[in-house]
């Protein structure tokens, strides 16, 4: 006969194992692309996390990393940008999918301080997402 503990463990991993199977997996959300780099001349001024949704901010942006030319093509009518930036060594985009069209993008940046800065832009689907950062996306 089967003691009054493990009764109660196989209620738990019995329940565990429910709750695990009534909720599928989603994928890990992915950028379409990215481009990333480094700029070797010092860039005044700080750089901050921002969503990009059309070419003139796009261009600004860039310009003001010190790029002399685009760091890749955006189709800006079906898709949006994400920079982040760093004077660490390196920089990588972590998303998360909140669910009901919402994304979360968070940079993780080393903490070495080296000369120049470091940068990537994350592209994203607009048909895919409604909000990125909790900015709506028309």
């Given at each position: 006969?089967?003691?009054?503990?493990?009764?109660?463990?196989?209620?738990?991993?019995?329940?565990?194992?429910?709750?695990?199977?009534?909720?599928?997996?989603?994928?890990?959300?992915?950028?379409?692309?990215?481009?990333?780099?480094?700029?070797?001349?010092?860039?005044?001024?700080?750089?901050?996390?921002?969503?990009?949704?059309?070419?003139?901010?796009?261009?600004?942006?860039?310009?003001?990393?010190?790029?002399?030319?685009?760091?890749?093509?955006?189709?800006?009518?079906?898709?949006?940008?994400?920079?982040?930036?760093?004077?660490?060594?390196?920089?990588?985009?972590?998303?998360?999918?909140?669910?009901?069209?919402?994304?979360?993008?968070?940079?993780?940046?080393?903490?070495?301080?080296?000369?120049?800065?470091?940068?990537?832009?994350?592209?994203?689907?607009?048909?895919?997402w409604k909000?990125?950062?909790?900015?709506?996306?028309?």
């Amino acid at each position: 006969m089967a003691s009054y503990t493990e009764v109660l463990l196989g209620i738990v991993f019995f329940g565990a194992a429910i709750s695990m199977a009534e909720e599928p997996a989603r994928p890990e959300p992915q950028p379409l692309r990215e481009f990333r780099g480094t700029t070797t001349d010092e860039v005044a001024g700080p750089i901050p996390e921002e969503l990009i949704q059309d070419q003139v901010t796009y261009e600004r942006a860039w310009e003001k990393l010190g790029l002399k030319e685009n760091p890749g093509k955006v189709d800006f009518k079906h898709e949006v940008l994400f920079l982040a930036t760093t004077r660490g060594s390196r920089v990588n985009l972590r998303l998360r999918d909140d669910g009901e069209g919402r994304l979360q993008v968070m940079a993780m940046a080393t903490r070495d301080i080296r000369p120049g800065l470091r940068y990537v832009f994350g592209v994203f689907s607009r048909k895919d997402w409604k909000h990125i950062n909790e900015t709506p996306l028309p």
